[in-house]
């Protein structure tokens, strides 16, 4: 299994970033999907979740409403589409894969929103 996570770096408040996680070495369209975040001296917490089919998705309170996570299952790939980002934001964005086998996780992408 390989998660590769891209997209992250520094945005000013307000601004926007879309992250991408492309998955291989396992059937993508079986795993549930979802993006988790850290940010320094905090654990690390569940930013959204969607389903293998892609019917279903779930959001923390913090991020509903400015948030949107996707996939494309032919591409393999989960996104993570942030907008109106705050500095409460700023973390290290991890993708995880959870199915019959087990859970996966990407090495993480630095997301920044500072002035």
């Known amino acids: 299994v390989q998660l590769v996570e891209s997209g992250g770096g520094l945005v000013q408040p307000g601004g926007s970033l879309r992250l991408s996680c492309a998955a291989s070495?396992?059937?993508?369209?079986?795993?549930?999907m979802s993006w988790f975040r850290q940010a320094p001296g905090k654990e690390r917490e569940l930013v959204a979740a969607?389903?293998?089919?892609?019917?279903?998705?779930n959001y923390a309170d913090s991020v509903k409403g400015r948030f949107t996570i996707s996939r494309d299952n032919f591409k393999k790939t989960v996104f993570l589409q942030m907008n109106s980002l705050k500095p409460e934001d700023t973390a290290v964005y991890y993708c995880?894969?959870?199915?019959?086998?087990?859970?996966?996780w990407g090495q993480g992408t630095q997301v920044t929103v500072s002035s």
């Open positions: 995880n894969a959870a199915g019959r086998d087990g859970s996966s």
């Open positions: 070495g396992f059937t993508f369209s079986s795993y549930t």
């Open positions: 969607i389903t293998s089919s892609g019917r279903s998705t």
